[in-house]
């Protein structure tokens, strides 16, 4: 730390212990100088010499003992001290932590060149410029002192000078960086003496980019914000390490921010985040998605203002892709019986969306649309996984509606979602912690799905799902005897068999239920799912076989099918019998036409 020793005489002020100071001298004290319940016996001479304010303050000719007290003197009794000793030209010691104390008292007595050349005005200004102001450490000191003396720092540009003095060391390049650049962290090799060689050359360690990051975390908030403000103004340091400032300046003065347990707190809580949001560079990816979804989640417990959080969940949008569920967890304001708060996220969701169609219109010749479906954005993708993980996960509270799981399960389009396994996931979650769901609401959830794009491991989960409707489990095993069949054609084809039953068993249905969603597959944890659906569907061909002379009006292949796949049929195929058994005779039974099983057992067999 750099200092400054003024005058020559040795101190001789004292202290009795009743907050008295005393000018040791042959001379009796003639003036008294009260500064709150501090008193200083002093001389008039010493005083008029030095300060302008004294010579108006005292007579020169009068009274001998004379009073003064003085309540509004900046830094108060001890920068007063300092002043007065530099008046006797005792030892005066300035650094870091009383320089500004003494410059804004020594401008309150008016100790300026008018008075005496070479006053203490003149002296401590040389001093901050020559010194102060040209050390990283004391520079960061000397702009957190500031804050106890305002409005005078601010009026004599001392504010400003520190802030220009610690934005333009943060902004310069780190290879002209020569100061012991921070004292929060493990000292260089080269400092502890031992050098780095590297292939027998000597190597200087090169400067991180984000030196000065953990040095400004001693500051308060207001004096943060202008430094910030005045780094980026500079324009010399990358956004991503003004992010990486700004968040660990958060989690230094909100280290319970990182715990996510901030539910409580005062309106300087609720300043400083709306502060460090409105200081979040506007830049994509400058800081992650992760430490924004953590502002948002405090903003949003604390009730930091809609400003605030709209801004947030617009910063937040741009980045969903980066998310992980468990960032997306956050907890309901009081008044909400639900653990989360699902309609936050959908409100992040559809902006994200907005986002998303608008770049995508973007890159499409200028901004035209085209007549058919674009295909979706890796971010869409990604994100349309991120929401399954999440329904999944809120779907086990059992306050969560309905009608919101709904909501944010549709807000994905099915064709961001190439597999369908997530959101059979965590539709079946819901059911399960859901028992008195209605069969409307049921039906509702289900249609979200698309059998065809469950994977082999899903559907083999999902025809053993009591809590699915049976319409859902008689569309899965068609979907996957299509399959099957597709698959023995193929092989058939490789070996020359010909392809005759393609053109039967290939077609695929049009169906009404879009089921979006991706899945976790290890969660599916059957034994051997391969060979239970193939049970399945070998069970469902021998009952067919044995109820074809009990069909009542001989249902045709193209009629079963009907029934299996529309949303809107009443028929057998669409509504579960009120008694499991009946639901296990009704399944296969209506799958496949007897005539039809025949030709499908023979492809079956055809394909082993």
Sequence with gaps: MKFMKLGSNPDTFQDDGNEVSIAASELVSDITVRIGTTKFYLHKFPLLSKCARFQK??????EENIEIHI??????????????KFCYGMIVTLNAYNVIAARCAAEYLEMNETV?????????????????????????????????????AEDLKLVSQCIDSVASKASIDVSKVEWSYTYNRKKLPTENGHDSPWNGVNQRQVVPKDWWVEDLTDLDIDAYKQVITAVKTKGMVAKDVIGEAIKAYT??????????????????????????????????????????????????????GDMCRKELMKRTARQLEEASVSDLLIPTVDGDTSVYDIDLVLSIVEEFIRQDSK???????????????SAPSASMI???????????????????????????AETVSANSRPVHDGLYRAIDMYLKEHPGLGKSDKKRLCALMDCRKLSPDACAHAVQNERLPLRVVVQVLYHEQTRA?????????????????????????????????????EDLSLSSKTTKLEKCDAASTTVAEKNHGRAKGGVTPKKAVGRTT?????????????????????????????????????TKSAAV
């Design 251 to 304: 989690y230094k003065k909100l280290p319970s921010l990182s715990k996510v347990s901030m539910i409580h707190g005062d309106a300087k809580v609720r300043a400083m985040l709306v502060t460090i949001t409105c200081l979040l560079p506007s830049e994509k990816g400058s800081v992650s998605c992760s430490f924004l979804l953590k502002l948002l989640k405090a903003t949003n417990l604390l009730k930091c």
């Design 485 to 521: 069949s597709a698959a023995a054609t193929v092989r058939a084809d490789s070996i020359g068999i010909g392809s005759y039953e393609s053109s039967r068993s290939g077609a695929t249905t049009n169906t009404e239920d879009e089921w979006d969603g991706v899945m976790a597959v």
């Design 382 to 408: 990604t994100v349309a996984k991120i929401v399954d993980g999440y329904l999944a996960e809120v779907a086990k509270d059992p306050n969560i509606p309905v009608y919101k799981f709904f909501s944010l």
């Design 57 to 62: 303050l005292i007579p020169t000719t009068g």
């Design 566 to 602: 529309m949303p809107g049929n009443k028929g057998q195929a669409g509504e579960r019998s009120s008694s499991d058994s009946s639901d296990s005779a009704i399944l296969p039974c209506q799958l496949e036409h007897p005539k039809r099983a025949a030709a499908r057992s023979t």
């Design 71 to 84: 309540h509004d003197i900046p830094g108060g009794a001890k920068a007063f001290g300092v002043c007065a």
């Design 116 to 152: 005496d050349k070479g006053n203490l005005i003149y002296k401590i200004d040389v001093f901050l410029s020559s010194s102060i102001f040209r050390s990283w450490k004391d520079s960061i000191i000397v702009l957190g002192t500031t804050k106890a003396h305002l409005p005078w």
């Design 359 to 373: 770049n995508t219109q973007r890159h499409n010749n200028g901004g035209e649309v085209n007549d058919h479906v």
